[in-house]
């Protein structure tokens, strides 16, 4: 799956309204060194690219802003929503935390303790270091505290909603093992084909079916469109400049506030000062 979606068109994405945002965009206003921002900005661009070769009936939306317990935007990054439309007219999201971590199939994960995961080789039967030099991977609440609070906007919505991380594979030697690991607050963890899989079980309708109003809540919330492309060529005359135009979908203020609490973190890069949080993770 992760080679052959490789030449996928994102653009043609774009164009056919079934993509808002820029994959790995919202990573640039995070607290991550480079190396991490770059590889979750490779992950998040080859789950993009999975779903587009797919050809998923979902419209995928990138680098959200997420909200406070005041259901206030903040600068708490959401990856992605996969958003969809059953025949009975239900409305489902996705919504996908996408992991690129070291190791191909020969690498699995495993919860140390419910903030901890640790790496090992299957084959080796050994523990295996990142480039920090330790086996042990931290975790955010990030998605669990996340949930709790867009809980009340999906339930105005009607969309019923999951919530995940996806292990993204990162290069050609297959995806991690990540079948008994757990993110904290009970969120499961997936690979892009049961991702996949879950979606296609549900037999959606095309996206054309969601309701505008859907669209329009999850539009408002992503934090970076990509350039529109340029408008081909025609011969129809130019609407007058008086002729009424929709409004822009506001964009939420960015604010460089905790995920959990939504306090402000003052420059703080490594713990949240007000509740502790790990921002690193």
Request: proline fraction near 9%; aromatic fraction near 6%.
């Given at each position: 799956?992760y ?41 998040e ?32 990054d ?32 495993v ?104 669209v329009?809540?999850?539009?408002s ?51 949240c ?9």
């Amino acid at each position: 799956m992760y080679e052959a979606s490789l030449n996928a068109n994102l653009q043609q994405e774009r164009q056919l309204g079934k993509l808002y945002g820029d994959p790995g965009s919202g990573l640039d206003y995070s607290a991550f060194g480079n190396t991490a921002v770059q590889a979750g900005q490779q992950g998040e661009s080859a789950l993009a690219r999975i779903i587009a070769y797919m050809r998923l009936n979902v419209i995928s939306f990138w680098s959200l802003y997420g909200l406070n317990e005041n259901r206030q935007p903040i600068n708490a990054d959401i990856d992605c929503v996969l958003v969809g439309i059953d025949p009975q007219q239900q409305v489902h999201a996705w919504f996908v935390d996408a992991k690129n971590y070291k190791g191909g199939s020969d690498t699995k994960y495993v919860n140390l303790d419910p903030r901890n995961l640790v790496r090992m080789s299957i084959s080796r039967r050994a523990l295996i270091k990142g480039s920090d030099g330790t086996p042990v991977v931290k975790m955010s609440e990030n998605m669990a505290t996340q949930r709790d609070n867009w809980a009340s906007t999906l339930e105005t919505y009607h969309v019923a909603a999951q919530w995940m991380v996806c292990m993204v594979p990162g290069g050609h030697n297959g995806n991690p093992d990540v079948s008994e690991a757990v993110w904290p607050g009970n969120v499961r963890v997936v690979t892009p084909g049961q991702l996949v899989a879950e979606i296609q079980s549900l037999s959606l309708l095309p996206v054309d079916n969601i309701p505008p109003r859907v669209v329009r809540l999850f539009t408002s919330a992503v934090k970076q469109q990509a350039p529109a492309p340029a408008a081909p060529a025609t011969n129809t005359v130019p609407m007058p400049a008086t002729s009424p135009v929709p409004a822009p979908i506001p964009q939420p203020a960015i604010t460089n506030n905790c995920p959990k609490c939504g306090q402000p973190l003052n420059g703080q890069t490594n713990f949240c000062p007000n509740c502790g949080t790990p921002l690193n993770a």
